[in-house]
Nanobody, 119 residues
Framework: QVQLVESGGGLVQPGGSLRLSCAAS????????MDWYRQAPGKPREVVAT???????NYRDSVGGRFTISRDRAKNTVSLQMDSLKPEDTAVYYC?????????????WGQGTQVTVSP
């Protein structure tokens, strides 16, 4: 099993910044990908930032240029630096890790951290 613990959410004014962090523990050798999703009230969960197969960062259009994902494989962490935050960024942000356990792909999720952007 893989455990993911997120930190760094909170309340921030529009234009402000937050940094989310996620630490993985447990069967970390089975982790292939680590990335960030979010879910706003009444909306489906959506990917925010991830890495391509070649290791370059990939962002949903609405956050490109404002968010930066980074991963430290040695520390088993993934972070999301969020700048120039907008009210529409308000959501619960989830850390996700995926990888093969044997021959089966497994997805793991953190508990989520609330990000609220409001004046």
């Amino acid at each position: 099993q893989v455990q993911l613990v997120e930190s760094g959410g909170g309340l921030v004014q529009p234009g402000g910044s937050l940094r989310l962090s996620c630490a993985a523990s447990g069967s970390i050798s089975s982790i292939d990908v680590m990335d960030w999703y979010r879910q706003a009230p009444g909306k489906p969960r959506e990917v925010v930032a991830t890495f391509t197969t070649y290791g370059s960062a990939n962002y949903r259009d609405s956050v490109g240029g404002r968010f930066t994902i980074s991963r430290d494989r040695a520390k088993n962490t993934v972070s999301l630096q969020m700048d120039s935050l907008k009210p529409e960024d308000t959501a619960v942000y989830y850390c996700h890790a995926g990888g093969y356990a044997g021959t089966r792909w497994r997805d793991h999720w953190g508990q989520g951290t609330q990000v609220t952007v409001s004046p």
